[in-house]
Structure formats: structure tokens, C-alpha cells
């Protein structure tokens, strides 16, 4: 999801908006369990639902402007996983 986050944030920056402005987008990242389900009859959607979903949305408001805000648990998870806890072949 981080390098997904990343990825999104740079693509948004090499666009630029209708007003000549680069367009600056904000992330939010926490990791958690989710509860998802598909919502509505007449227009169906797939949503998720949950205190991790409340979390990475506060998260993702409060961020500046082309910045993706990341909780303590997920940076424990990523930073461990550059760390080398984990080779990126999920043999770690």
C-alpha cells in the first residue's frame, strides 16, 4: 500500500490541473483489520468499513497537500520490512 501511495502521489504530480496548478493529492496509510461488503441495491458498491478505514481517512485529511501520512504501525511494519526483516519475495 506505501509503495502503491508513493507511486500515486507521483503520478498525480506530473499533471497538471484545469487552473495551470500541479495537481497535489494527500495519502493516508494504516494497517489494520477491515470489514468489507457490497452496499446498495439499485447502484452497488464494494466499501470497507472499520476503525483502520476512520484512521487512514483522519490520517489522509490532516496530511499536507502531495504527502502520504503513514500511522506508528505501519511504519513499524514497512521499516521492518527495509530493514531486511523481509527479502520483497515473501521469503521474510
Not at 19 to 41: F, L, P
Not at 64 to 87: F, I, N, W, Y
Amino acid at each position: 500500500a506505501v509503495s502503491f501511495g508513493k507511486a500515486v502521489l507521483h503520478e498525480a504530480s506530473n499533471h497538471l490541473m484545469p487552473n495551470g496548478k500541479q495537481c497535489q493529492i494527500r495519502a493516508g496509510v494504516h494497517t489494520g483489520e477491515v470489514c468489507s461488503g457490497v452496499v446498495g441495491s439499485r447502484m452497488p458498491r464494494y466499501c470497507l468499513f472499520g476503525d483502520t478505514v476512520n484512521t487512514a481517512s483522519r490520517m489522509e485529511s490532516t496530511s499536507l497537500p502531495g504527502r502520504m501520512q503513514v500511522s506508528e504501525v505501519t511504519h513499524a511494519l514497512v521499516s521492518g520490512a527495509a530493514m531486511g526483516d523481509d527479502d520483497g519475495n515473501g521469503n521474510g
